[in-house]
């Protein structure tokens, strides 16, 4: 089992920057993947940027110039680094992790509560 537990969110003005956290714990497995996603209401959730254990990036075209996606394997958390934060960014942002148990072809994917973003005019 792999629990994922976000941190860092809150109320921000316009313009300003916020760094999220996700801790990851549990049986986690080399060559994963973790991402972050954000789901406004009314909206589907979209993916803005996954890592891979490695360190490969990958950043949706929306968003790449203003965010900055990393992590640390030694202490399994992902980070979320935003800058010049605009009232659109307001939602719920949320982390995964993809990855593969050893000897095994099937995917697992888990999902942390969510830590809103509120982002003020």
């Known amino acids: 089992q792999v629990q994922l537990v976000e941190s860092g969110g809150g109320l921000v003005q316009a313009g300003g920057s916020l760094t999220l956290s996700c801790a990851a714990s549990?049986?986690?497995?080399?060559?994963?993947?973790m991402g972050w996603y954000r789901q406004a209401p009314g909206n589907e959730r979209e993916l803005l940027a996954s890592?891979?254990?490695?360190?490969?990036?990958n950043y949706a075209d929306s968003v790449k110039a203003r965010l900055t996606i990393s992590r640390d394997n030694a202490k399994n958390t992902l980070y979320l680094q935003m800058s010049s934060l605009k009232p659109e960014d307001t939602a719920v942002y949320y982390c995964?992790?993809?990855?593969?148990?050893?000897?095994?072809?099937?995917?697992?994917?888990?999902w942390g509560q969510g830590t809103q973003v509120t982002v003020s005019s």
């Open positions: 995964n992790l993809d990855q593969r148990r050893p000897g095994n072809i099937r995917r697992y994917v888990y």
């Open positions: 549990g049986s986690i497995f080399s060559g994963n993947t």
């Open positions: 890592i891979t254990s490695s360190g490969s990036t």
